[in-house]
């Protein structure tokens, strides 16, 4: 008898669809992928010469748990600056190796085995996931017909149980966002039960309207209970640096620091000290234009070709690198996950079917454009209308 049987937690947990399309898809000719969630913009030049000099410089060893002085600073100086929003460098800001990492170990830092997690739905397909191995129960909110969280009713979501709730604006995969009007009653549900925030602001730089982004610690009664989570993946085109944060209050953010000491121990020093610097000057502010540029010109080309393709509808996501169209199904595909087989099979388009993202997704596919050229864009409208 072998005693190599898997930890019954993975039993409970899917592995992630969009991966297993990944690696399925890797080197079949003609593939053209909208499946994985990551920029292709080509990450700043000065930062990569930064990051470089530190290596050959020696910055090549641990750096302290919570994080260089350099990175703590400069996170704190960009929250400032950006959202005039205040957090002490020494004790509430913790250096991660990535969003998903800040996630992990703020659910296992907070939530007993029985815990609730309210979890937009749909949303990031890690959220459920992560909350079940720390053996919280994930609580699905409910989307209004826009797919932003329907205020209508929180109250349905709360048990004695409940004890975080996770918000993601703007939203994986729907690229919608929420206003802070539209966030009040949420904040105030917050309040009310005392539950910890968690907000995840990755697409902090991938907005589409004129609207400055929201920082939830901001929002009226939410900064003591509320922790950021944040990652450089997206906003400067490193997701393989593997480098995020969370900043919130000081005990939180020690309690998560625990944790992450005993997972990580510290997150990687050189791209720490390249990112914190960075983070505060002009190429920053204009490569971050240049993202939201670049995103914003694919983004009104998807959404015009799904919408001219007959059976599929595509709201304008406000921001993110995610389209969410509703498609109409057919007697040969009924369900989100068929029709992304037959698409991948006919005509090599990878796209994830929405239900990855929770229930709600039932009906729509997701499509990053965060990789994908123009031309690609038009090609794939092409193969889809064939098919
Ligand atoms: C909403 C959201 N949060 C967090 C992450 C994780 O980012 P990373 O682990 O690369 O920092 C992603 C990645 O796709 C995401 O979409």
Redesign the pocket.
Known sequence: MTKMKNAERLNKIAPSGIRELFSRAQGIPGVISLGI?QPNIPTPKGLIDSVVRLIENGDNYYSPTPGTKIFREGVAEQNKRDYNLDFDPNTQILATA????A?YCALMAFVDPGDEVLIPDP??L?YPRQTVLAGGVPVWMKPTKELKIDTSNLQEYISERSKVIIL?FP??PTGEIMTSSELKPIIDLAVDNDLIILT?E??EKCIFTDDKHIRVSNLDGAYDRTIL?N????TLCV?GW?L?YAAGPKEMIGQITKMHSFVVANAPSAQQNAIGEFINTSEFDEFTKKLRDTLMERMIKIVKGFNSINGISCRKPEGSFYAFPRVTFHKDYTTSKELSEEIFEKQKIVLVPGTEFGPSGEGHLRASFGSSSLEQIDEVMQRLEEL
């Not at 990535?98 to 990492?101: I, V």
């Open positions: 969630g990535s969003g998903c990492e996630l949303s990031f890690t993601n939203s994986n995840d990755v697409y989570l990652s450089f993946s997206k997701p593997r995020g």
